[in-house]
């Protein structure tokens, strides 16, 4: 089975790949803000997901890494392993 995560990147990554423009109804956005979840709310990183334990200066290294990653396989249509 695939990772859940994987399948909404690859998701995101075909919207990008294929979008051309964009158009943002702002009479939707303060309704769809008060609909989220207080970020303060959050349980904080899932372990199963986040390299944690590491130091901060390492949790941010690899988010920048990952974020790169992500840019990359957009950008060349492609994921890499």
Not at 24 to 29: F, G
Request: glycine share 4%; aromatic share 2%; hydrophobic share 45%.
């Amino acid at each position: 089975m695939t990772d859940v995560f994987d399948a909404i990147r690859a998701a995101c990554a075909a919207v990008a790949c294929d979008a051309r423009h964009m158009h943002l109804r702002e009479e939707r956005l303060a309704p769809l803000a008060a609909a989220l979840p207080d970020p303060r709310d959050a349980p904080g990183p899932d372990p199963a997901h986040h390299w944690l334990g590491h130091g901060e200066d390492t949790a941010v290294h690899q988010h920048t890494v990952l974020e790169a990653r992500i840019d990359v396989e957009r950008q060349l249509g492609v994921r890499l392993q």
